[in-house]
């Protein structure tokens, strides 16, 4: 009886040795477990955290492109709402992670050609501003010339002692809102109406005459909607920014010509030029606010 007490001992030390044995091989294996959980989810948020500093950089990015051109600014904040998009998620796992890079890339490959872009009408606005210092002090010239020839034309009672050229009176720029409605803020002008009145001229050769327009903002851009549309100016090719034919019968014509703005008008005073064969015909200028 004895001996099988002992042996009852001895099996259930055996038994505890072995269980207890059990456990700590299982408590060894959930403590790596956990401890790898517990990495895996540092990294993850280290992946997070780096993604976010490199979108909120990007959105910094995004700010310093910002140019004078609405249409150009416009795509620039709609990446820029994506960028806060992205921020919002709450990126708890791999899958999120990836959706993260991969927007990330894309907002990228937009910079660049954005850039691109950017870097392509600031070209483009600098021949134009070259190419409208080279001619301001003529035009100026010839914008004085042909305000003191008006003014003899209207003195003189007879009409044999008037000059050929051609001129303009009653210059006027309007401002339209999609509705044709007049308005003054840039925001809100869709075209640009200029009208004014071609003079009655008994000596000026008759017939079809094409009637140039150039509108120039306040920095001295000139809006035209491709630079290859330019006329002969004083051997030089000037840029329009609209033109139209009409009808001279050596009598007062009344026409107007319409300009379809295409984000590109700043506030300030703006001058407008009439041209026809080669001469600068009337000049003024409008302010939008």
């Known amino acids: 009886m004895e001996k099988k007490s002992i042996k009852y001992i001895v099996a259930m030390i055996v038994l505890i ?7 700590i091989i299982m408590l060894a294996r959930y403590n790596k477990m956990k401890a790898e959980s517990e990495m895996a989810r540092e990294t993850l948020e280290d992946q997070k955290q780096s993604l976010s500093k490199e979108l909120k950089d990007m959105n910094v990015e995004y700010d310093a492109l910002k140019t004078d051109n609405d249409s150009m600014n416009h795509k620039i904040e709609d990446q820029q709402k994506k960028i806060k998009g992205l921020l919002s998620i709450q990126a708890s796992n791999i899958d999120k992670i990836k959706i993260y890079k991969k927007e990330l890339g894309t907002l990228r490959d937009i910079m660049k050609s954005y ?50 050229t051609l001129s303009a009176k009653n210059i ?57 549309n330019t006329f002969d100016y004083e051997n030089q090719n000037l840029v329009y920014s609209e033109k139209r034919d009409v009808e001279y019968e050596n009598k007062d014509v009344d026409m107007c010509i319409f300009w379809d703005n295409q984000n590109n008008l700043i506030t300030g005073i703006y001058s407008v030029d009439l041209f026809t064969d080669g001469k600068l015909i009337g000049s003024s200028t409008f302010t939008l606010k």
């Open 115 to 164: 850039i691109v872009q950017i870097d392509s009408l600031n070209r483009r606005n600098q021949v134009l501003v070259e190419e409208n210092q080279d001619v301001k002090t003529k035009l100026s010239d010839a914008r004085t010339k042909n305000e003191t020839l008006s003014q003899e034309k209207e003195d003189l009672s007879s009409k044999v002692n008037l000059a050929s």
């Open 172 to 228: 006027t720029t309007l401002a339209l809102n999609k509705r044709g409605k007049e308005t003054e803020k840039v925001s809100k002008v869709t075209k640009l109406k200029v009208c004014f009145t071609i003079r009655e001229n008994s000596i000026a050769k008759a017939g079809t005459k094409t009637i140039y327009i150039r509108l120039t903002r306040p920095d001295n851009l000139v809006l035209a909607t491709s630079e290859q």
């Open 17 to 23: 040795v072995i269980l207890g044995g059990g456990l």
